[in-house]
Nanobody, 121 residues
Framework: QVHLVESGGGLVQPGGSLGLSCAASGSIFSINDMGWYRQAPGKQRELVALITRSDVTNYADSVKGRFTISRDNAKNTVYLQMLSLKPEDTAVYYC???????????????WGQGTQVTVSS
């Protein structure tokens, strides 16, 4: 069993900042790509940021220059630092990770339970 647990969501004013973290636990042999996605009401889930095991990053155009993704491989944790938040950043944020449970298995994508981020005055 593998679990991803997110933390750090909440309510913040426009222009404010917030940090999210997501820790993977359980039967983990290795983790490949890790990422953050978000889903606003009435919209499809979209990629926010992605980071490879070798720290190559990719961002949605809407968050470039404002969000930073990072990871700590020793802690099996991915982070998302969000600056200059806008009301349109309001969504449920989900972490995702491609995880191998053993040397004999392939990578499987796992999702966290989601954490609400609300940007409002």
């Amino acid at each position: 069993q593998v679990h991803l647990v997110e933390s750090g969501g909440g309510l913040v004013q426009p222009g404010g900042s917030l940090g999210l973290s997501c820790a993977a636990s359980g039967s983990i042999f290795s983790i490949n790509d890790m990422g953050w996605y978000r889903q606003a009401p009435g919209k499809q889930r979209e990629l926010v940021a992605l980071i490879t095991r070798s720290d190559v990053t990719n961002y949605a155009d809407s968050v470039k220059g404002r969000f930073t993704i990072s990871r700590d491989n020793a802690k099996n944790t991915v982070y998302l630092q969000m600056l200059s938040l806008k009301p349109e950043d309001t969504a449920v944020y989900y972490c995702n990770a491609a995880i191998r449970s053993s040397r004999f298995s392939g990578y499987v994508g796992y999702w966290g339970q989601g954490t609400q981020v609300t940007v409002s005055s």
